[in-house]
């Protein structure tokens, strides 16, 4: 914003600060959102290059409307997109649901009962790839070890946890 332009805002913030919380604070009756309007009417009008205005208050509360406009379209958008997401069958499902808690902490037990009977080798290069987030190349170099080694431990352990996990163990 021009320096010049601070006092003139300043001007216009304490003229219509208080009619545009009314307008605001009608249409939405909400408090903290007329505020939020309100004051971004005026990051608008700071950063708008704007010349003389003849008509300030129209100019401003055309600014607040088409700010409700905006807010409206949103809104419509956002309830569309919540009423399109519980019309799915798979969203209604309670991810809390003790059933799924349950089964959920069944197949971690698995996992960690899988990792357990891995021999030791086998157990750190899955542990330093999956959980660790290392490379390939990283674990071999550390381990002495080819990277086709480490491929072939990290997909006899991913087999093991898929067999323990389906209860094929």
């Given at each position: 914003m021009r320096n010049e332009a601070q006092p003139e805002l300043a001007r216009l913030s304490r003229r219509f600060r208080p009619a545009l919380m009314a307008f605001f604070l009608?249409?939405?009756?909400?408090?903290?959102?007329?505020?939020d309007?309100?004051?971004?009417?005026?990051?608008r009008l700071a950063t708008t290059d704007r010349g003389p205005m003849d008509s300030a208050d129209a100019y401003i509360f055309r600014i607040a409307a088409?700010?409700?406009?905006?807010?409206?379209?949103?809104?419509?958008?956002?309830?569309a997109?919540?009423?399109?997401?519980?019309?799915?069958?798979?969203?209604g499902?309670?991810?809390l649901?003790?059933?799924r808690v349950a089964d959920a902490r069944g197949d971690v037990a698995a996992v960690v009962a899988a990792l357990k009977d891995l021999p030791e080798r086998t157990r750190a290069i899955f542990v330093l790839y999956r959980l660790?987030?290392?490379d390939k190349r990283s674990i071999a170099d550390s381990l002495?070890?080819?990277?086709?080694?480490?491929?072939?431990?990290?997909?006899?352990?991913?087999?093991?946890?898929?067999?323990?996990?389906?209860?094929e163990l």
């Open positions: 009608r249409r939405l009756r909400n408090h903290a959102e007329a505020e309007l309100t004051q971004e009417v005026f990051v088409n700010m409700l406009s905006d807010r409206s379209r949103r809104e419509k958008v956002r309830a997109y919540r009423t399109a997401l519980w019309a799915d069958d798979s969203v499902v309670d991810p649901d003790p059933a660790e987030n290392m002495s070890i080819s990277t086709s080694a480490v491929d072939k431990h990290l997909m006899r352990a991913q087999a093991h946890i898929v067999r323990a996990v389906r209860g």
